[in-house]
T-cell receptor
Framework: DAGVIQSPRHEVTEMGQEVTLRCKPISGHNSLFWYRQTMMRGLELLIYFNNNVPIDDSGMPEDRFSAKMPNASFSTLKIQPSEPRDSAVYFC?????????????FGPGTRLTVL | EDQVTQSPEALRLQEGESSSLNCSYTVSGLRGLFWYRQDPGKGPEFLFTLYSAGEEKEKERLKATLTKKESFLHITAPKPEDSATYLCAVQADVNYGGSQGNLIFGKGTKLSVKP
């Protein structure tokens, strides 16, 4: 199994530009999560999906952030327009159906730098 | 407000020097407590899930324990390859207002083991 796949691994952009982060969850997992990690705030949940439907987006910081999951094997997190304070590492994680626990499996992350 | 506090922020050990990491939590109804390991430049890797006070889980040199207010990750005779940041997270029970998927993470303990 390839694990959770994220792209790009690194993104450097200028303030005001649109940024799109991509995630492919582990096949067969029905829940998908987007997190943001910074030194100051640690790891924070932004949004999560069950069966491609957004369940809780209370962690999305503002309207500049949006997330979609058009099918079970793909999700995007978009920031438009981007700002320097959005610089962070963004992780995608997935969780299997009916697993023994609620453990989530994380991707390698996308390091975003907004200049 | 549900929250997780980990201590110490950083810990330096000599190879073979056993120690413990602490995770204190405040949550309205604990659904589960999770330990993850995170290596630099990578996503968190799942280690353990604990569900009730008194429960213990072991994996190689690591043992996690849980009380009603805190969890400990005991590291016995650590090796340099155990160096990483260890993250603790809690999930609140949905019957107490918790979100089904929301894991609340602590900021982690960065462990360094010197040969």
């Amino acid at each position: 199994d390839a694990g959770v796949i994220q792209s790009p691994r690194h993104e450097v952009t200028e303030m005001g530009q649109e940024v799109t982060l991509r995630c492919k969850p582990i096949s067969g997992h029905n829940s998908l999560f987007w997190y943001r990690q910074t030194m100051m705030r640690g790891l924070e949940l932004l949004i999560y999906f069950n069966n491609n439907v957004p369940i809780d987006d209370s962690g999305m910081p503002e309207d500049r952030f949006s997330a979609k999951m058009p099918n079970a094997s793909f999700s995007t997190l978009k920031i438009q327009p981007s700002e320097p304070r959005d610089s962070a590492v963004y992780f995608c994680a997935s969780r299997p159906v009916g697993g023994p626990g609620n453990e989530q499996f994380f991707g390698p992350g996308t390091r975003l730098t907004v200049l | 407000e549900d929250q997780v506090t980990q201590s110490p922020e950083a810990l330096r050990l000599q190879e073979g020097e056993s120690s413990s990491l602490n995770c204190s939590y405040t949550v309205s109804g604990l659904r589960g407590l999770f330990w993850y390991r995170q290596d630099p430049g990578k996503g968190p890797e799942f280690l353990f899930t604990l569900y009730s006070a008194g429960e213990e889980k072991e994996k190689e040199r690591l043992k996690a324990t849980l009380t009603k207010k805190e969890s400990f990750l005991h590291i016995t005779a650590p090796k340099p390859e155990d160096s990483a940041t260890y993250l603790c997270a809690v999930q609140a029970d949905v019957n107490y207002g918790g979100s089904q998927g929301n894991l609340i993470f602590g900021k982690g303990t960065k462990l360094s083991v010197k040969p």
